[in-house]
């Protein structure tokens, strides 16, 4: 800990706005195929540096995701490839979604399934 009251302060206020930075941009990267979470908690990482309840959020979420792991691991091999279908059934209509309210990108070639998709 910073000997100083004030700079300790000022720190605290760094490493705490950072993290929330680094959070906020995980969190709107989750529902896009990629490492939203794990930007989320990477944030929460540099949040746990100096508070505590980030250490104990921390731990909630490594005890749970232990804890899914292992359910699912524990489950039929039709019940995890179930999950797996509906996880990407879900990343696919997520990138629809995005790219049916921006548009795709000029360099896509102009290909029937965009047709079909309603995307050109």
Known sequence: MLANTHTARIYRSIVGGLGTL???I?????PLPGPGWLIVIIGLFIISSEFKWAQRLLRFVRVNVEKWTHWVMAQR???RWTIGALTALFVAVVVWCVFKLIGLPDW?????????????
Do not use: C
């Open 77 to 79: 091999l039709w019940v």
């Open 108 to 120: 896509v070639p102009n290909l029937e399934i965009f047709e079909l998709l309603t995307l050109r």
């Open 22 to 24: 680094v959070v906020l």
């Open 26 to 30: 995980g969190l709107m990267l989750v």
